[in-house]
């Protein structure tokens, strides 16, 4: 099977690690390391592209080696007994971040024009950016942070917004009108591609 992991970020709170894979077909996935629930679950997808997302964020999980099953909240977060993690997918990258103490959520982008059909769903007033590159940033920072917050009543267009932007580096993010405020950092993997994850500020 074709695919490869990368530990891209490891601190003593946080690791993060990405799984790319190519040219694998569905049918030739060896499912032993899915437990029951995971198998139900993965047969439970209808399309090949979330059957091979579901599946390699599985065997990307087993790499953190902590012995635990992800389960979902009603919202869709996953979950684990002990811990926190998040996870993203994007264009046959799987990315998963865990920490045993900190909250957090991460989002994976392929920069490309397209996000700019999109663009006016997510923009808040306070928003600026200089490229497509930043936009691209701009976008992943919502996500994570709708993510840490797991929605939370949160509109990406209306209410969050960012006050400093540098690529691949750090950027606070704030909600409008409550006390909610994140962290995030950002950085490149294979030039194509943009990782957020957010954390809470203190």
Same mark, same amino acid.
């Given at each position: 099977?074709?695919?490869?992991?990368?530990?891209?970020?490891?601190?003593?709170?946080?690791?993060?690690?990405?799984?790319?894979?190519?040219?694998?077909?569905?049918?030739?996935?060896?499912?032993?390391?899915?437990?029951?629930?995971?198998?139900?679950?993965? !047969?439970?997808?209808?399309?090949?592209?979330?059957?091979?997302?579901?599946?390699?964020?599985?065997?990307?999980?087993?790499?953190?080696?902590?012995?635990?099953?992800?389960?979902?909240?009603?919202?869709?977060?996953?979950?684990?007994?002990?811990?926190?993690?998040?996870?993203?997918?994007?264009?046959?990258?799987?990315?998963?971040?865990?920490?045993?103490?900190?909250?957090?959520?991460?989002?994976?982008?392929?920069?490309?024009?397209?996000?700019?059909?999109?663009?006016?769903?997510?923009?808040?007033?306070?928003?600026?950016?200089?490229?497509?590159?930043?936009?691209?940033?701009?976008?992943?920072? !919502?996500?994570?942070?709708?993510?840490?917050?797991?929605?939370?009543?949160?509109?990406?267009?209306?209410?969050?917004?960012?006050?400093?932007?540098?690529?691949?580096?750090?950027?606070?993010?704030?909600?409008?009108?409550?006390?909610?405020?994140?962290?995030?950092?950002?950085?490149?993997?294979?030039?194509?591609?943009?990782?957020?994850?957010?954390?809470?500020?203190?």
């Amino acid at each position: 099977m074709n695919y490869q992991i990368n530990e891209i970020s490891a601190n003593k709170d946080i690791t993060i690690k990405t799984l790319h894979y190519s040219d694998v077909n569905v049918t030739g996935l060896d499912l032993s390391c899915l437990n029951e629930l995971e198998l139900i679950k993965f !047969k439970s997808y209808g399309s090949s592209k979330r059957k091979l997302e579901f599946y390699f964020s599985r065997v990307l999980w087993l790499t953190f080696n902590q012995n635990q099953n992800i389960t979902y909240k009603t919202t869709g977060k996953p979950i684990v007994k002990y811990g926190f993690l998040s996870m993203s997918h994007s264009h046959q990258y799987v990315v998963i971040c865990f920490s045993e103490r900190i909250e957090l959520g991460i989002d994976i982008e392929l920069i490309s024009e397209k996000i700019n059909k999109v663009k006016s769903k997510f923009l808040h007033p306070k928003d600026k950016y200089k490229n497509l590159i930043e936009l691209t940033q701009l976008w992943t920072i !919502k996500e994570a942070f709708y993510k840490l917050f797991d929605g939370d009543g949160i509109f990406l267009m209306d209410d969050v917004y960012t006050e400093v932007l540098h690529t691949e580096s750090n950027s606070e993010v704030f909600f409008d009108d409550r006390s909610l405020k994140a962290k995030s950092h950002s950085f490149f993997i294979e030039k194509d591609f943009i990782i957020t994850y957010c954390i809470l500020k203190k």
